[in-house]
């Protein structure tokens, strides 16, 4: 899209669509016993976006990186880290784990807490 504005010619990038991917199923991997369907696809969309600003800046600060596995691995799963932490449903993380006391933050707020 940014090729688009500043070109006017639009190309498809299969090798962004295809690591954008990946990068969804690196981010949800951290989180996929405790977080449900709905979060999974909110992970995965939010990752593909991770991976598209992360591959930008490894491009302005002229890091080499021949697959982009560095926006692919280390961004997605960072954010996959930082989602579950956000994400992480009570009933799940019991059958997970047998115990509710750490559950992500959005539903710690449906608790009336806030607390990490």
């Known amino acids: 899209i940014i090729d688009e504005r500043k070109t006017g010619i ?16 690196v ?4 989180g996929c016993a405790t977080v449900d369907p709905w979060a999974a696809f909110v992970i995965g969309i939010i990752a593909g976006w991770v991976y598209l600003g992360a591959s930008a800046l490894m491009l302005r600060l002229k890091i080499d990186d021949a697959v982009d596995a560095i ?16 994400f992480t449903n009570a009933r799940r993380l019991e059958l997970a784990y047998g115990t509710t006391e750490n559950i992500g933050w959005f539903y710690e707020w449906g608790r009336g807490s806030g607390n990490f």
């Open 10 to 25: 639009y190309q498809w990038d299969t090798t962004a669509a295809m690591n954008g991917c990946l990068t969804g199923l």
């Open 27 to 30: 981010g949800i991997t951290a």
């Open 71 to 86: 926006p692919v691995h280390m961004f997605g799963g960072a954010w996959g880290v930082i989602s579950t932490g956000l």
